[in-house]
């Protein structure tokens, strides 16, 4: 009974142009527990849209940048907040952006080098020229979240998943054209007759799945 009552609430609100309320009261309810289930988040989050008002925490809770405990949340996004503070003061006084109106993307692939000890004063501060790639993700997350800090975190993550799809890339690309052979197999006899390489395609394909990043989370 229940369950029908739902349906007819959920119907009736969008009848009224209001969408998802039942969606985000479920959403807030996982979100208040002590210990937030991460399964049943996650499970969620392929279901409904998120709130862009809980999108930030959703996405630090999802990717493991945020402890599912409860209790210490205030702790570590205090921590994250003077970390990503530090650095990017430690930018503006080497010059390398502006206090004022930093261009927010490329701060993030230049503290990504800085923490890998890659960054040399001789790299340009131009995010595009950095790294073409790292640049749409790092634009794709500053445009989804307002606070600078999770859009930092979250990029961090971000690419250091990246970075471990990579490791597996001969893998993957093996699994590629296994798969392309089997779903098309016209693409596939094209490809190989006229002598092209499916590594290609297949680098082709990261890059835009890359390029449009901003378009393929959810929001």
Known sequence: MAYH????????????????????????????????????????CLKFNVPSLYRGVVWKLVLGVLPAHQGIHHY?????????????????????????????????LQLRLMERGELLMKTPTNGVAICPHNHCVARAVSDMFHDEVDGYVIYMKMTEIQEQVKSMQAMLERDFVHFLR???????????????????????????TAGGLSGCLPT
Do not use: M, W
Request: charged letters at 25%; glycine letters at 4%.
């Open 182 to 208: 089997l779903e098309d197999s016209r693409l596939y006899s094209h490809i190989t007759r006229i002598g092209s390489t499916l590594a290609i395609l297949y680098e082709s394909i990261v890059a835009l």
């Open 76 to 108: 570590v996004t205090s921590q994250q907040c003077a970390r990503y503070e530090a650095l990017k003061h430690t930018l503006v006084v080497i010059q390398r952006t502006c206090a004022t109106f930093p261009d927010i993307p490329s701060v993030y």
């Open 5 to 44: 009552q739902r349906n007819f609430r959920s119907f009736y609100y969008e009848t009224l142009g209001v969408k998802g309320v039942e969606e985000k009261k479920s959403l807030e309810i996982l979100l208040q527990e002590q210990d937030i289930d991460k399964e049943r988040l996650e499970t969620f």
